[in-house]
C-alpha cells in the first residue's frame, strides 16, 4: 500500500484539504484529516479547538473517534489516516493508541510535529508517509495565518 505521490494517496489528501478549508470558513486553524479502511473513507473531521472551545479538538482526535465508532473498536488496525500536517505530540500519542496501520501528512510542522521528538512515539507498526500535496497543505495554513496579521 505505497499511496505517496500515486492518484488514490492524492484523492484521500485533497479530502483531507476540503476538511482543511471548512476548518478555515471557520475561523479555525485549517487541518483536515480522513480516516480510509478498505479505500473507503470512514471519518471526516477539521480542528474544532475555538467552536468547542477545547484545546484537544484536533482534526486527528476528532477523526479517531469517529473512526473508531464507525468501527465498533478502539483500534484502526487496517485503516490510514491522511493529515494535511505532521500530527502534534499529542496527536502521535493517540494515534499510538489506535494502532492505526499508517499516517500520511502534506506538510511538516517544524515547531510542534511528533517528529520533532528525539524519540518515535508512533505505533513500531505505524508506517508514516510525508510530502503529500506537501505545497496545497502548506498554502491553507499560509493564507489563513496572513489572514490574522
Known amino acids: 500500500m505505497k499511496f505517496h505521490g500515486d492518484n488514490k494517496g492524492k484523492y484521500f489528501m485533497k479530502e483531507a ?9 471557520k475561523n479555525e486553524v485549517p487541518i483536515g484529516a480522513v480516516i480510509v ?10 480542528n474544532l479547538v475555538e467552536t468547542l ?11 479517531f473517534t469517529s473512526a473508531s465508532n464507525y468501527l465498533g473498536s478502539k483500534y484502526l488496525k487496517n485503516c490510514v489516516l491522511y493529515v494535511t500536517l505532521e ?3 499529542m496527536c502521535a500519542g493517540a494515534a499510538f493508541w489506535t494502532q492505526i496501520d499508517k499516517i500520511v501528512y502534506g506538510a511538516r510542522d517544524i515547531k510542534n ?6 524519540s518515535n512515539i508512533l505505533h513500531p507498526k505505524t508506517e508514516v508517509i510525508s510530502g503529500v500535496l506537501e505545497n496545497e497543505c502548506s498554502q491553507i495554513l499560509k493564507d489563513f495565518f496572513e489572514g490574522k496579521r
Open 17 to 25: 484539504i476540503k476538511q482543511a478549508v471548512m476548518g478555515f470558513e
Open 37 to 46: 479502511s478498505k479505500d473507503k473513507i470512514i471519518a471526516r473531521a477539521h
Open 53 to 63: 472551545n477545547d484545546v484537544t479538538a484536533h482534526a486527528e482526535m476528532q477523526c
Open 87 to 89: 500530527p502534534c505530540v
Open 113 to 118: 510535529g511528533y517528529s520533532n521528538l528525539e
